[in-house]
């Protein structure tokens, strides 16, 4: 016999949930909480998730929701655990991932008495949230018409924004008391909006006018619908798209490497090479140079598409564009016209050199970090949800070509500290292959995204590890400190080979590029465990390696 929650609030949250479709849930252990993972768990509708670390647990339901592109429930016990959540749903807000975040607390008039477990929780992520919500206790006068108000108002912010609510839940004592039969609740009526967009006429005067068109194209998830559009705006060569590897957009047209181009950029440089249009789409932009470039560019006319945000990035923003990429440009494309423009192919010039210098610099490079992500370029299974953690991976990523790939990066935040709990939060609800490339700070971080009973055995986390974090060793700066090695590099000599074992996953190191070259064929295969490859280039200068290549492609 089941047995459920007899807490009206938490009944009706389960009802509502199942009415707008929100069946995946991430429970962390507790007992304040215990109403919700009882009550949950038993009903036949929901996926229940165990993950002990909230931390990892907020970042493994973000992951999931980026997988199913729809919310995902969070749920923990009262206290510090809440605080652990923070972490994920700032990156949750900055990338515009739902998840419904669903806190237990203690009654209201026991906050600030030094109750056990008690904290501040209510509005406790107001600052990165979409939207913040506090159930009444049982016991309080029409608590059930008004429970029932404020979870369906909070479900339907989670739908529009795409972004992460908060619910907190105050629960009276007893918590287990249970009953075997639910009440009937009454239908519900979704009111969840649609935006409507509707193109101003300036905006086609200002493209139509233009001579300098560049479309720049960051952080987003792919969209068939918009590669196709931005396909139509570059056939004759009528403007620049500039994409960064986690745009996911492919065509040979558009401007990728972007780095590769403009790195050593003069101030004649950012006039010859200046839009006097920029149109952005997507969120986080991963390269700093081409923020420079941009700002100091300075474009006459600055559009940003985003349903949501509208940073001005680039200190130009002149128009906020209210409305998703796709239903922008499939107004735009009806009225604008396409003819060649000169810009491109100042562009494609200038893209042609570089890219025959990459080349030649491959060639003569030996292993390291930068050898690692050329051979990964060529060597990556097609079509495979490929997850980059932050800082020197990232940037790596952007140097070479992974567009057959689907490529995932936390730059929300752009912080190590949940890479790889969200990619394994995306590899549990994925049936296509889950692949982690991950430095070694970012990996040893977060090992608790390992600490769950649900990653597929398909999955694979390759670690390239350089003894530290050796972006402070390419970034300009923390090299001329005598802090370095120990301070911001954290220099280590730790391996994943124990973690590995303790976690169940198969085990692979490899030091050098041919047996890397070679262990790379069989290591995507699927077998009966999921897999990490670590690769040491502990011994190698991997950021003069780097330092080097930008030397060669301005020689």
């Known amino acids: 016999m089941k047995q459920f929650s ?17 069946f995946d849930i991430v429970i962390s252990p507790g007992s304040r909480n215990a109403p919700l993972a009882i009550h949950l768990s038993e009903t036949d509708e929901f996926n229940c998730y165990s993950i002990v670390d909230e931390r990892s647990a907020a970042f493994v339901g973000m992951g999931m929701a980026k997988s199913i592109k729809k919310p995902v429930a969070l749920t923990c ?10 972490p994920a749903i700032t990156e949750a807000f900055y990338q515009n991932t739902p998840l419904l975040i669903l806190t237990a607390d203690r009654p209201t008039d026991f ?34 018409d008004e429970n029932f108000s404020i979870i369906k108002k909070a479900i339907e912010v989670c739908f529009e924004k795409q972004g992460p609510v908060h619910i907190n839940i105050p629960l009276e004592e007893p918590l287990y008391h249970m009953v075997s039969e639910l009440p ?17 006429p300036n905006l086609v005067a200002e493209f139509n006018t233009s001579k300098r068109i560049m479309i720049l194209v960051g952080t987003r998830d792919y969209s068939e619908e918009l590669e196709m559009q931005l396909t139509q705006l570059v056939k004759n060569h009528s403007v620049v798209v ?10 040979d047209k558009f401007f990728a490497h972007i780095d590769r181009y403009i790195f050593n950029f003069n101030d004649a440089d950012y006039k010859t090479y200046a839009p006097d249009l920029l149109i952005t789409v997507g969120q986080n932009v991963v390269s700093k140079k081409v923020k420079q470039f941009l700002r100091k560019a300075n474009p006459k006319n600055h559009w940003h598409i985003d349903e949501v945000w509208h940073p001005d990035t680039f200190f130009s923003l002149t128009e906020k564009v209210k409305a998703s990429p796709e239903k922008f440009f499939a107004k735009l494309l009806k009225f604008i016209s396409l003819e060649p423009s ?32 050329e051979l990964l370029s060529k060597q990556l299974p097609e079509n495979i949800n490929l997850h980059i ?37 995306y590899a549990i609800k994925s049936q296509r292959q889950t692949v982690l490339v991950t430095g070694d700070m970012s990996f040893f971080y977060d090992i608790n995204g390992l600490w769950n ?30 802090a370095l090695d120990e301070f911001i590099l954290t220099k280590h000599h730790k391996n994943a080979e124990y973690l590995a074992k303790h976690f169940g996953f198969a085990y692979t190191k490899v030091d050098d590029e041919i047996t890397l070259s070679r262990v790379l064929d069989n290591f995507f295969k699927h077998d009966e465990k999921a897999k990490i490859l670590e690769v040491d280039t502990a011994a190698i200068e991997n950021a003069e390696v780097l330092k080097g290549y930008f030397e060669f492609l301005k020689s």
């Open 6 to 22: 007899s807490k009206r609030s938490i009944q009706i949250l389960a009802h509502l949930l199942k009415e707008y479709g929100i």
């Open 242 to 251: 500039l994409k960064e590897a986690n745009s996911n957009l492919r065509h």
């Open 77 to 86: 016990t009262s206290g510090s655990a809440s605080a652990n959540y923070y």
């Open 111 to 144: 906050v600030d008495i030094f109750d056990g477990q008690t904290i501040r929780q209510k509005d406790l992520y107001q600052q990165h949230s979409y939207g913040d919500f506090q159930l009444l206790e049982d016991s309080m006068e029409n608590a059930d």
């Open 453 to 482: 009973n649900y990653i597929p055995p398909y999955t694979r986390i390759i670690v390239f590890n350089n003894g530290g974090g050796d972006i402070f060793k390419i970034i300009p700066g923390p090299s001329s400190t005598n």
């Open 184 to 200: 009937n609740f009454k239908p519900v009526e979704k009111t969840i909006r649609e935006n409507v967009y509707e193109l101003p």
């Open 342 to 373: 000169p810009y491109f192919n100042l562009w494609d010039v200038l893209r042609d050199k570089r890219d025959l210098k990459h080349d030649e610099y491959c060639v003569g490079t030996t292993f390291s970090d930068f050898k690692l992500f």
């Open 389 to 425: 953690s932050n800082s020197s991976a990232i940037r790596y990523t952007q140097l070479f070509d992974f567009d057959k790939n689907r490529i995932y990066c936390n730059r929300g935040t752009s912080g190590i500290d949940g890479s790889t709990s969200t990619a394994m939060g």
